[in-house]
């Protein structure tokens, strides 16, 4: 039989491993878009914006977009972001928030822990279009 302590030890562990797959996963395919980008960028003579569709019958059930930034305020579960090249816009929260602070891992809901979020701080913010706009999906300090 198994000590109650260890039982709950056992299942902390899990959640956080979950965590960590779920932060590589993201982190992975932002890496390959990144990767992709930047060749796709390479060939091209002017850069272009990507522009999420509304069309409902694509084989894509979702869009994701970087931002390499800081969020400068936040106004409860919207913030105001500005990248590296000084452009800025206002996204809200999505549902679920990974906030990945080089010491810990913390999950927020748009309604609450989004207090951890820190203003000012170089960070790389993943967002997924969702409903016809891009939400805050994580949060990545540097």
Do not use: C
Request: charged share 15%.
């Amino acid at each position: 039989m198994v000590p109650a302590s260890v039982s709950t030890f056992l299942s902390k562990l899990g959640s956080v491993t979950m965590l960590f797959v779920l932060l590589g996963v993201i982190i992975s395919l932002q890496l390959f878009g990144l990767f992709r980008q930047s060749s796709a960028l390479s060939n091209q003579s002017a850069p272009t914006l990507p522009v999420a569709s509304n069309i409902t019958n694509e084989i894509f059930s979702s869009q994701t977009a970087t931002i390499r930034g800081k969020i400068l305020s936040r106004s409860g579960n919207i913030f105001k972001i500005e990248n590296d090249q000084k452009v800025s816009g206002e996204f809200e929260a999505g549902r679920v928030v990974l906030i990945n602070d080089n010491t810990s891992l913390t999950v927020a809901s748009n309604s609450a822990d989004l207090n951890k979020i820190r203003q000012g701080k170089e960070a790389v913010i993943n967002l997924l279009y969702s409903s016809g706009k891009y939400v805050v999906t994580s949060i990545t300090y540097q």
